[in-house]
């Protein structure tokens, strides 16, 4: 347990240090894997999660939450992030 807090900890502290670009990218990137997860557990006829799907799709959101909230806040949700940056950059 103490080596994943430490891995966390590396993780992060690394992760402030990058640019505005970077930090998008890294938004999309979680925004994909979330995506991901829930069409290939919930919403794929060949999936063998049935049930567990829900369990798949939280630890997914969980860790992009512990990923990305250090950095920028955590905007996995492009709808909630893109509108409100377009009308600031217009302003």
């Known amino acids: ?25 890294n938004n999309l990137r979680m925004f994909y894997c979330v995506c ?3 069409l290939e557990t919930a919403v794929s006829p060949k999936s063998t999660a049935k049930v567990n799907a ?12 512990v990923l990305l909230i ?3 806040g955590c905007s996995i ?3 909630r992030s893109f509108g409100p940056a377009m009308i600031s950059y217009a302003r």
């Open 54 to 65: 829900c369990i798949a799709i939280g630890f997914a959101v969980f860790v992009a939450h």
């Open 1 to 25: 347990m103490e080596s994943l807090l430490e891995l966390l900890f590396f993780v992060t502290v690394n992760l402030v240090r990058l640019q505005n670009k970077e930090k998008l990218c």
């Open 77 to 79: 949700n492009p709808a």
């Open 36 to 38: 991901a997860v829930v």
């Open 70 to 72: 250090p950095v920028d």
